[in-house]
């Protein structure tokens, strides 16, 4: 009798006890919300540049629309406008928190926990000065217009104005908030590198 050689029997081989580091993927929030904040910095840019020179183009402004307007509109338009010194301080605010957003929006880019600190310490200078301009700016109109204010029309056009306003310097400084409070969140950032 004959034998023929057997192939030993085939049997699963059994999946390696020390694998291969599994790969993370990183989450994509840090880009996104990184990315928006450098977009909305640069419209605070712009808007701190207009509040700065606003003050010098304001003759000019009012010299044309005194053309076509009766002297009692002109008194509650004029009103209606800053005045230089609050314009430049408020030109002055907007550089100093659209460049603690730009820092904190490229740190949050490159994930770092300072970035996420700095958005939110911008988010939150961002809504009292918000609310304190809107006061201020209130007041200022006001005790400008007096009584010529309060009953021309254009008083309408002011408070949508500042509803306006108050809504959109609110959002993205609420939204920053909101999202560094939570807790998926915070767990993240605590792993990023300290600077």
């Known amino acids: 009798m004959t034998r023929f050689p057997t192939e030993p029997p085939m049997v699963p081989e059994a999946p390696p006890t020390v694998g291969a580091p599994v790969i993370q993927r990183q989450s994509a929030w840090p880009t996104v919300v990184g990315v928006i904040a450098i977009v909305w910095a640069i419209l605070s840019y712009l808007g701190a540049c207009f509040n700065l020179v606003m003050p010098w183009f304001l003759p ?83 005790s400008r217009g007096g009584e010529e204010l309060l009953n021309s029309p254009m008083i309408i056009g002011a408070i949508l104005g500042a509803c306006v306003g108050l809504g959109i310097g609110c959002a993205l400084p609420v939204f920053m908030l909101i999202w560094f409070s939570r807790l998926a969140i915070r767990e993240e950032v605590a792993e990023w590198r300290i600077q």
């Open 60 to 142: 000019v402004y009012h010299e044309l629309v005194s053309r076509s307007m009766p002297p009692s509109e002109i008194r509650v338009l004029e009103a209606t406008v800053p005045p230089a010194e609050w314009a430049i301080i408020t030109g002055l605010v907007a550089l100093i928190l659209a460049t603690l957003l730009t820092v904190g929006a490229v740190r949050l880019l490159k994930r770092r926990q300072s970035g996420a600190t700095l958005c939110n310490l911008w988010a939150a200078v961002s809504v009292f000065w918000v609310f304190a301009g809107l006061a201020i700016n209130s007041l200022l109109m006001i």
